[in-house]
């Protein structure tokens, strides 16, 4: 006898397939990878650790190759994309757009495997994420609870700290940082700067070159948050998505001093990142915030594409950004 086929609940294509048991299969996303002691290429190290048992949240954190002992590296806490509900810290393109962000800013990182959705709500990935700053901050002088990571207490400067993530992860990075300008961090530890690569933001009302009308909601950034948060207050203009929709707090809160939003010409999202720009710099915010657009190119396109000219361009720009 062959095995039953499973019943499809509903499918959010070519992303995932949710079947009547509640199982989810998802269609999308790269291979994962284990971790490296040396990667061949950057020499960059990397470990999984883990952050919290309850819920079970993990992480890989990545420590360049040390020119000097006892030094003190800027810590950055990444999100990686993938529409909320693929991708994975652990995957091949992640794993390698790390390696080479950490090389070259000499940094050390912590790539936040937080939970996905559908099986997990939205908001409960944005407290991952938050609970994983934490970890971070917890690692600081002043605070002396809690196990520590060796690399980041040798090596981490809790002085430096940034958060960073693209598509979905900056999303979730933005989210983060309104929080962070109403809650304090363990230790007093504050965010000194974030990017935002191509960040997933939308609303209901066309913006830019944005497609109005009954075509909109045909959209990618339309049908994927609607699917996977279809609860939503406000539905794909709640302020988690929509920063400029009516109930959204005022951006002047944001919880850092250096922002750099960065977008690509040819990505349906690219409109929003510069509202989103232009946006923070009306807010009333007192930091420096910085706009980088890549011609010619689309979404991802420098994790998708790592070898290519201008994706190393940008890892150079975010790595001179993470010097800072």
């Known amino acids: 006898m062959g095995s039953v086929a499973k019943e499809i609940a509903s499918e959010l294509l070519p992303f995932l397939r949710v079947y009547k048991d509640g199982s989810v299969k998802r269609l999308n996303g790269s291979t994962k990878v284990p971790p490296s002691p040396q990667d061949p290429e950057t020499g960059v190290s990397s470990k999984d650790v883990i952050i919290s048992e309850i819920p079970h949240l993990s992480a890989r954190v990545y ?5 000097q002992p006892n030094q003190k590296l800027p810590v950055l806490v990444y999100t990686h994309g993938g529409g909320f509900c693929f991708e994975s810290a652990f995957s091949s393109v992640e794993t390698k757009l790390m390696n080479s962000l950490v090389s070259e800013a000499e940094i050390v990182a ?12 939205i908001p409960l990935l944005y407290e991952d994420c938050w609970t994983a700053l934490k970890w971070v901050a917890s690692h600081s002088a ?9 690399w980041l207490t040798a090596y981490g400067d809790l002085e430096r700290v940034f958060i960073g993530g693209d598509n979905a992860g900056a999303n979730i990075t933005h989210n983060i940082l309104m929080r962070a300008g109403q809650e304090s961090l363990p ?12 960040p997933y933001f939308w609303g209901s009302k066309p913006i830019g070159s944005e497609i109005g009308g009954s075509e ?7 049908v994927v948050w609607n ?4 609860t939503a207050p406000g539905g794909i203009d709640n302020p988690m998505i929509n920063f400029v929709a009516p109930e959204a707090p005022s951006l002047a809160q944001l919880g850092c001093r250096l922002l750099l ?3 690509a010409e040819l990505d349906v999202l690219r409109d929003r990142g510069v509202l989103y720009y232009n946006a923070v710099k009306e807010s009333g915010w007192k930091g420096e915030v910085e706009l980088v657009e890549m011609e010619g190119e689309d979404h991802a396109f420098h994790i ?13 720009l975010l790595a001179s950004f993470l010097v800072k």
């Not at 002043?142 to 060796?150: A, L, M, Y």
């Not at 504050?190 to 935002?196: D, N, P, Q, R, Y």
């Not at 909109?216 to 339309?222: A, C, G, I, N």
């Open 261 to 263: 939003v960065s977008v």
């Open 216 to 222: 909109r909601e045909k959209l990618v950034p339309h």
């Open 63 to 67: 420590l360049p190759k040390l020119t």
């Open 227 to 230: 699917f996977l948060y279809p």
């Open 110 to 121: 912590v790539s936040v495997e937080y939970r996905l959705a559908p099986e997990n709500p």
């Open 187 to 198: 230790g007093g530890v504050k965010i000194v700067g974030a990017f935002l690569t191509h």
């Open 304 to 316: 998708l594409n790592h070898e290519t000219e201008n994706a190393r361009k940008l890892i150079k």
């Open 142 to 150: 002043d605070d002396n609870g809690g196990i520590k990571e060796p």
